[in-house]
């Protein structure tokens, strides 16, 4: 193991956006620990990281399990040394109407959006504290704003658009950064799976008219990390959708 | 990405971020008179007056570094707070145009960089300096950013974070 790489752990990094940003920090010179439920995704990913000339080891947990995450970053603790970067990627959709949102459909996305990620930054910042050195950045959504069907998502990415500032207050002078990212409409195996006509009249509500690409939504990440004097931010990747969404966009 | 300029002048606490932004750019960066003279413009906003040049001058990508007086920091001097908050509804309205749109982004900087100091502290217990501002300008310039349009990144330690129109 390489001991001149700092540790980078990316949850849900089996894909998507999180093996986007995995790929990133790694060709940025992290060691990256490679979470994700799927034991098999880890291994893929971790294996390819290793493959482009990277350093990774996997991390398999459940981010909802608290003891399941303490239990991870200790494993890989002891195999790499201290996490010096936090990416909380992890997530889960979740489109219901309010009529249908069951007591099980709220825990269920809030367990993983929003109480995994206070679980993973709780055990992370512990050592950054006492190192007075590290840096997090959570993935929230635009979706937090507001959108038609997305109360349980809004209300879990919105809650750790306030637990990313009042953690980025509380831990400034220890030198360890808490910042946020909000991508809108990424394209992701997700979207590509949606109605075509759906989807256009989804891209209608982004001024730049095409979905962002996961590495952009890495770059901001990568931007975020690396930023000495920027903590609290929340970083819109958006293409300008989080400024003025109107769905029925008059020039499009 | 073609030149980048900085208009209309490089205030003393801004003293040396034409170099900082050109050196993480990798290509020469210079105060310009004309801001029509430019492919991305970065434009040092002091007073209303510095808004409706840059949006005229065509340029793409354009970033807007603005003191944090619009967000309500500074009640003697209202003449910052303006032009801030003039800068960032034109990074918005540029940011939405479909018809000859072009990128536009805000960094937002402690009021006091605008004027002969720069060195300041927010809730980070370090200094902010201009290599931190060119940090961002460079990152808002270039592809990285893509995806980022018609935004504010707040370049300030954290100071921002006592403010309600930061979210």
Not at chain 1, 7 to 12: P, Q
């Amino acid at each position: 193991m390489s001991e001149t790489r700092p540790v980078a752990l990316v949850t849900g990094a089996g894909s998507g956006i999180g093996a986007a940003i995995a790929r990133r920090l790694a060709a940025d010179g992290h060691l990256v620990a490679v979470n994700d439920l799927d034991e098999s995704r880890v291994a893929a990913m971790a294996g390819e990281i290793e493959a482009a000339g990277g350093s990774a080891i996997p991390a398999v947990a459940d981010v909802s399990d608290s003891a399941a995450v303490d239990a991870m970053f200790d494993a890989v603790e002891a195999a790499a040394g201290p996490v010096e970067v936090l990416v909380n990627n992890a997530g889960i959709g979740g489109n219901a109407a309010i009529r249908n949102v069951t007591d099980d459909f709220w825990e269920r996305v809030l367990s993983v959006d929003l109480h995994g990620v206070l679980y993973c930054t709780r055990r992370a910042v512990g050592p950054m504290r006492e190192r007075r050195s590290g840096s997090v950045v959570t993935i929230s959504s635009r979706a937090w704003l507001g959108w038609w069907g997305q109360s349980a998502y809004a209300a879990a990415k919105a809650g750790v658009v306030g637990m990313t500032r009042a953690l980025a207050l509380e831990l400034a002078s220890r030198n360890v950064r808490v910042n946020a990212v909000a991508p809108g409409i990424i394209d992701t195996p997700l979207l590509r799976d949606r109605d075509p006509e759906r989807l256009e009249r989804l891209l209608k509500s982004v001024p730049l008219g095409r979905p962002g690409r996961v590495e952009e939504v890495a770059a901001a990440v990568a931007f975020l990390l690396r930023s000495r004097a920027i903590t609290g931010q929340l970083l819109y990747v958006c293409g300008g959708k989080s400024v003025y969404a109107y769905p029925d966009w008059k020039d499009a | 990405m073609g030149t980048v300029s900085i208009w209309p002048s490089e205030p003393p606490g801004l003293a040396g971020l034409a170099d900082a932004v050109g050196e993480r750019l990798g290509e020469p960066v210079e105060v310009v008179e004309d801001p029509r003279v430019s492919a991305g413009l970065v434009v040092i906003v002091t007073g209303v007056g510095d808004v409706g040049p840059a949006i005229d001058s065509g340029a793409s990508p354009l970033v807007f570094v603005i003191g944090d007086g619009y967000l309500g920091t500074d009640v003697d001097d209202l003449s910052g707070g303006l032009g801030g908050a003039a800068a960032v509804a034109a990074a918005r309205s540029l940011a939405v145009r479909r018809e000859s749109h072009r990128r536009a982004n805000v960094v937002c900087i402690p009021e006091r960089f605008l004027g002969p100091s720069g060195e300041l502290r927010g809730p980070l217990a370090h200094d902010i300096g201009v290599g931190d501002l060119a940090d961002a300008v460079a990152f808002l310039m270039s592809d990285d950013a893509g995806y980022v349009d018609g935004q504010v990144l707040f370049v300030d330690g954290g100071r921002h974070l006592f403010s309600s129109m930061t979210a």
